[in-house]
């Protein structure tokens, strides 16, 4: 069964740092893209950034460029999000997602809540 | 960035009754090259992540019920729910993947 599986949310200070990561099962992690999109309490889905399969490539919204990091680990089926310098509109469920041959993404995880509050 | 809005916001449709959501997009999505329209639509239900319904605008992902279809080309696109039934009450997104800078619709709340 392919799965996706985040960890890593919770409460976080303004400027604060948080690791998510997204431990992938059922598939070869390798040949997908993956990425990670998030959603505010009550708000639409936001897309965050993205990774080709290789990590060679990186994309990023405008709203967190500079600020979080992308990056893969193919030996250990693993997604992460660096974010650092948090801010309170960072705060959301932040699902990572397998981007499917063509671009849409396919298969989702159920999510980790990142809340950032003094 | 591509803009993607969808209309309306908000939809009540009755039980077995037609359902159709829009969505357009601030640019063309339709690569020329292959003829395929980098659109997708996906259903949230309260509490769970997106489901993948339709992609190239009009294939259906696998285990969505043939009541769902997707229309559209370039612009502007409909998701339609050709009778309505009470699990289809959920938030639908569109989203563009013509570009790695993905977005999504604001997303349309669909009541009975």
């Known amino acids: 069964e392919v799965q996706l599986v985040e960890s890593g949310g919770g409460l976080v200070q303004p400027g604060g740092s948080l690791r998510l990561s997204c431990v992938a099962s059922?598939?070869?992690?390798?040949?997908?893209?993956m990425s990670w999109v998030r959603q505010a309490p009550g708000k639409g889905l936001e897309w965050v950034s993205g990774?080709?399969?290789?990590?060679?490539?990186?994309y990023y919204a405008d709203s967190v460029k500079g600020r979080f990091t992308i990056s893969r680990d193919n030996s250990k089926n693993t997604l992460y999000l660096q974010m650092n310098s948090l801010r309170a509109e960072d705060t959301a469920v932040y699902f990572c997602?397998?981007?499917?041959?063509?671009?849409?993404?396919?298969?989702w995880g159920q999510g980790t809540m990142v809340t950032v509050s003094s | 960035d591509i803009v993607m809005t969808q209309s309306p916001d908000s939809l009540a449709v009755s039980l077995g009754e037609r359902a159709t959501i829009n969505c357009k997009s601030s640019q063309s999505v339709l690569y020329s090259s292959n003829n395929k329209n980098y659109l997708a639509w996906y259903q949230q239900k309260p509490g769970q992540p997106p489901k993948l319904l339709i992609y190239w605008a009009s294939t259906r992902e696998s285990g969505v019920p043939d009541r769902f279809s997707g229309s559209g080309s370039g612009t502007d696109f409909t998701l339609t729910i050709s009778s309505l039934q009470a699990e289809d009450v959920a938030v639908y997104y569109c989203q563009q993947y013509y570009s790695t800078l993905y977005t999504f619709g604001q997303g349309t709340r669909l009541e009975i």
């Open positions: 990774i080709s399969g290789s990590g060679g490539s990186t």
């Open positions: 059922g598939f070869t992690f390798s040949s997908y893209a």
């Open positions: 997602a397998k981007i499917g041959s063509g671009g849409a993404f396919h298969i």
